[in-house]
């Protein structure tokens, strides 16, 4: 089994301390909620795109692209292919509207055009489709700390935990943006050396060709047209539909600067999945008994000299964190702001609502516990799927009609496409867990009753949509 030498343990205690004095920084700016949970609006486009990246460019697009080519080849892709598309439409579509709203959470701007009562209902979807790509960042860090320090799942899901807390804990959106942006220079390099390396000692192009035939190694659809399709298309919907990517366009100083900062992210978040694929692609082909999940930090502690190896490792194990804490900020922020300020403490002052946000943080990382550590031979990529997914049957049509048609859709309408395309998407994933992607029967929910209800049902006067947005 393999172990960290003395190289490797320097290479990663110097790049833990380089990151953890960004973190110092960061915390240091937050001052009031609204530091904690759009920077203060203060964020520029590399701070915007940082948290963006911070929060996608995780185990899942790294450990799990890996860990997804080593069983199925190219499609791997989807996850970060996807992400860039997303952010492409995030910036080009919706970031002028979302930035211009001067709001924090998605579900109050839903509540603008639908009434209160989807708040909640947006917020509980919404956070467990977070939760379920938490968990994934949960897998990953599991594979990475057990493959370093050769310790039990439990102890490295725990050392996880404690890993987001400081991350998170006083940075908020600040550090994850800002560690954001550091994390991603080291994390490109390192993706690049070690997806350069696994294509030099495969024999390039005609290695791969070789050992590989087309399909299902090098298709984007290698699994099935329903299943990476789904996987792609889940993106798309997941990210636009989150609230921690919309969190990040909310923090921009402008809606020019939002803009920038998710264009930048289209473009640098593809690149980062191809080195995985190349890794997971030699991996098959020369150590094929390798635990799937384990591909990417073995290869870098087999074939990287051992100070480089600790500085990637250490890089993919913020890249992991950072992920996992800039989901928990989003369940965190829409939980208090949609639910406890709405529902238990309406008069709560800003630094209660600051404490809320911190103790529930805790309190989610507390219940990955659970499922990270009941589902440890499960795909990662597997769970990142189903989240966003999950997520956009939740939140895109009723999002896109009040962006877009508010004059013409129905309150009641928009509340029941909120609660009954998700309701579809959890049904489908039970009932046919092998048919059709679950994603395509909870979209068609939601639209359909968007579209129909708001022809049926009464809609909001000008007025009443004027009181309830201000």
Known sequence: MLSLSTGHIIGIVATLIAITLVGIYAGRKVKTAADFSVGGR???????????????????STIGTAQLAFQFGACAWWFTLGAGIACAMLGLGLSKRLHDSRLETVPQYLVATYGSNIGPVSSIFSSIGIFLSIVSQGLASVALLTSMFN?????????????????????GVWGTGLVGVAKLGLLYVATIVCGVIAYDMVGGYTGLAEKFTYFPWFSLFGRSFNLDAAAGF?????????????????????????????MISAFLIPPIGIGGILVGLYMRAYFPATPSIEVLPVFIMKF?????????LATLLVAVIGTWAGLALGVSTMVTKDIYKRFFRKLAGDREILFVQRLLIFLVCVLCVFFVTGNLKSLIL???????????????????????????????????????????NLAWHVLYPTGLDPLYPGLIVSFLTLVLGSMILPRRSKQTAIEAAS
């Open 42 to 60: 203060k964020a520029n486009a590399a701070v915007v795109a940082g948290t963006i990246m911070g929060t996608l460019v995780g185990g899942a």
């Open 151 to 171: 310790i039990e799942p439990l102890t490295a899901t725990i050392i996880g935990i404690l890993l987001v807390l400081g991350y998170v804990f006083y940075g």
């Open 234 to 262: 889940s993106l798309l919907v997941g990210v636009l539909s989150t609230q921690t990517y919309i969190q990040a366009i909310y923090s921009g100083k402008d809606a020019q600067t939002s803009r920038r900062g998710a």
């Open 304 to 312: 990287l000299p051992p100070w480089a190896g600790g500085v990637v």
């Open 382 to 424: 597997g769970w990142s799927f189903l989240s966003m997914g999950l997520r956009g049957c939740t939140i895109l049509f009723p999002l896109l009609g009040a962006m877009f048609f508010p004059r013409f859709v129905s309150p009641m309408a928009g509340i029941l496409a909120a609660f009954l395309g998700p309701l579809a």
